[in-house]
T-cell receptor, first 107, second 116 residues
Framework: KNEVEQSPQNLTAQEGEFITINCSYS?????LHWLQQHPGGGIVSLFM???GKKKHGRLIATINIQEKHSSLHITASHPRDSAVYIC?????????FGTGTSLTVIP | GAVVSQHPSWVICKSGTSVKIECRSL??????MFWYRQFPKQSLMLMAT?????????EQGVEKDKFLINHASLTLSTLTVTSAHPEDSSFYIC????????????FGPGTRLTVL
């Protein structure tokens, strides 16, 4: 069993839809990261969370430490949001990466 | 936020040659840099952890003589793929830890290596 599980693996949405990507982890963490990987491969760090909720523009990330669960939400999705979203659990010594959620937003 | 750059962003080389990839922290001092590899459709896999001024620590299964890592300064780490083979073709990503920021890592944009 992987230390970090993401769902869904693939997601197709119509432009404007509200999107949720889920991440469950089994290790003790100092922080939980959400990363965005564009089709060309480049990675952008979206959020680092240790508790509660963070918001950047149309992106919202939440974490429930007790349940070991985090969600990434995208409001009013846009085709440019199409990418792979990766959840990563940071134990302080090591990162454990999820396999990613491939999001395609159709105009 | 902190910025990490990688150079080159992509490289194509012939089998048997060596390729050097640079990872730089542009606006902070990185005491620790991490090198990851990603094969198509797979997750990121940690290859090694390098601390400035000391030898890198390699993950199990990663050949240290094949993937040479040097972290000679607080802003630069290099990964050299020696005697590259087609199976080394992959996406190589570095990340850096800011001395002042604690556990947060900042990721570079990655380098796509294709070995012919």
């Amino acid at each position: 069993k992987n230390e970090v599980e993401q769902s869904p693996q693939n997601l197709t949405a119509q432009e404007g839809e509200f999107i949720t990507i889920n991440c469950s982890y089994s290790v003790g963490i100092s922080a939980l990261h959400w990363l965005q990987q564009h089709p060309g491969g480049g990675i952008v760090s979206l959020f680092m969370l240790s508790s509660g909720k963070k918001k950047h523009g149309r992106l919202i990330a939440t974490i429930n430490i007790q349940e070991k669960h985090s969600s990434l939400h995208i409001t009013a999705s846009h085709p440019r949001d199409s990418a792979v979203y990766i959840c990563a659990a940071n134990t302080g010594n090591q990162f454990y990466f999820g396999t990613g959620t491939s999001l395609t937003v159709i105009p | 936020g902190a910025v990490v750059s990688q150079h080159p962003s992509w490289v194509i080389c012939k089998s048997g040659t060596s390729v050097k990839i640079e990872c730089r922290s542009l606006d902070f001092q990185a005491t620790t840099m991490f090198w990851y590899r990603q094969f198509p459709k797979q997750s990121l896999m940690l290859m090694a952890t390098s601390n400035e001024g000391s030898k890198a620590t390699y993950e199990q299964g990663v050949e240290k003589d094949k993937f040479l890592i040097n972290h000679a300064s607080l802003t630069l780490s290099t990964l050299t793929v020696t005697s590259a083979h087609p199976e080394d073709s992959s996406f190589y990503i570095c990340s850096a830890r800011d001395l002042l920021a604690g556990v947060e890592q900042f990721f570079g944009p990655g380098t796509r290596l294709t070995v012919l």
